[in-house]
């Protein structure tokens, strides 16, 4: 099973972990970094993790998502699509996902590039032949 530690080692940028930080985590691109609630259990910490590395990743190699314009919904769709692939290839996460994509939906209202982004992300191939229709 993957570890915290190895996906770490993967993030482009440092990695900061914050107690108690909303939302979950964050990639600023101020000082180039990521943060990251030190709260979250751990499962829920590599899912946040690789969600903002996908950030960072995609504002490293200029995908259009940040340039030429930022748009914060292709940018969340990348992400989680990101964390989509990550579970395709840990499926001992499926359950856990499934249980993300459900928060991010239900909170839909507060949240709307996130919700926008999470219908893509189910409508995808890959979303199905790891979740069916399960929602
Ligand atoms: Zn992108
Ligand atoms: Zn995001």
């Given amino acids: ?13 440092e990695i900061i972990y914050v107690d108690n ?21 751990e499962n829920h910490k590599i899912f946040t993790l690789v969600h903002e ?17 930022f748009n914060k919904t292709i940018c969340e769709y990348h992400a989680y699509k990101g964390v989509l692939l990550f579970v395709k ?28 982004a999470m219908t893509q992300v189910i409508k995808l191939l890959e979303y199905k032949e790891l979740l069916g229709d399960k929602l």
């Fill in 1 to 13: 099973m993957i570890t915290l530690e190895e996906i770490e080692l993967s993030s482009p940028v």
């Fill in 53 to 69: 590395i996908t950030h960072a990743n995609c504002h490293k190699k200029e995908c259009h998502c940040f340039y030429p314009t």
């Fill in 21 to 41: 930080f909303k939302p979950y985590g964050e990639y600023r691109l101020y000082n180039n970094t990521i943060t990251i609630d030190n709260s979250l259990s």
């Fill in 89 to 116: 290839k840990h499926l001992e996460f499926r359950e856990t996902f499934l249980q993300e994509v459900q928060r991010v939906l239900n909170i839909g209202m507060l949240w709307e590039n996130h919700a926008e």
